[in-house]
């Protein structure tokens, strides 16, 4: 293969993951989902192997499970799956503030655009905008990874973020949005960065895992209740 063949492949393939990676946050990919390469390759009229790696990427990821004989499916997350997520988020970043602050390279000259993200995600929280919301909060995150000095961690967490959407934007739409499922402390978050207030940082990333698990804790809840209210025999019904 050329040069600019293999360029032109390893372009379409990030393309393709991205534009399906944004299809599977957004909801307009459900989790259970199924499809095989063939349909995305003549969804996006290329050739089969940009999109099977492009889909092998997005299970490395975890957003996708592959099966040989029946292609690929969205994955569905757990109640049980996101508290763990936010307890491991929480963990991490706690640590990174509590023992290794050297790890945090505090910049707040790169706050600014920082600062916009926020402002912007927390107006779409309070309009209830969750696709402009899903969008402004994966890039806050993902623009605050770099005042983490280890790449593998900022990668882990914003993957966490991701994996963490893929579960919740289904049930917002279901359920509708509302505040005591959303978290509008961006803009804290924001400025205690740029007074260098770990104390503060890590309050502020408390609240937020705590507000997290506070809705997994009332989803689990409520998941108890309709298993116990379903008739005997049905999928999910308690013995």
Not at 40 to 63: H, K, M, N
Not at 79 to 103: H, I, N, P, T, W
Not at 143 to 152: D, I, T
């Amino acid at each position: 293969m050329s040069p600019s063949g293999g360029v032109t492949r390893n372009t379409l393939r990030r393309q393709i993951a991205d534009a399906l990676r944004d299809e599977v946050v957004a909801g307009r990919l459900p989790p259970g989902r199924a499809f095989t390469v063939k349909q995305i390759a003549e969804q996006y009229g290329v050739s089969a192997t940009p999109v099977r790696e492009a889909l092998f990427d997005l299970s490395a990821q975890g957003l996708l499970v592959s099966d040989q004989h029946r292609g690929f499916q969205v994955r569905e997350f757990t109640v049980a799956d996101y508290r763990a997520m936010a307890e491991a988020r929480a963990l991490v970043v706690d640590g990174l503030f509590r023992d290794s602050a050297e790890q945090v390279a505090i910049r707040p000259e790169a706050l600014a655009p920082i600062r916009r993200r926020a402002a912007e995600a927390v107006r779409a929280a309070k309009g209830g905008d969750l696709d402009v919301l899903i969008g402004y909060d994966l890039r806050f995150w993902r623009e605050l990874g770099q005042f983490v000095r280890n790449p593998y961690l900022a990668d882990f967490l914003t993957r966490l973020r991701v994996q963490a959407w893929v579960f919740a934007v289904h049930r917002l739409r279901r359920d509708g949005v509302d505040e005591d499922v959303l978290w509008f402390g961006h803009e804290e978050l924001v400025e205690a960065i740029g007074r260098g207030d770990r104390e503060q940082v890590r309050a502020a990333m408390h609240a937020y895992y705590g507000h997290a698990l506070a809705w997994a804790e009332r989803l689990e809840a409520r998941e108890s209740r309709d298993a116990e209210a379903r008739p005997p025999g049905e999928p999910g019904a308690r013995a």
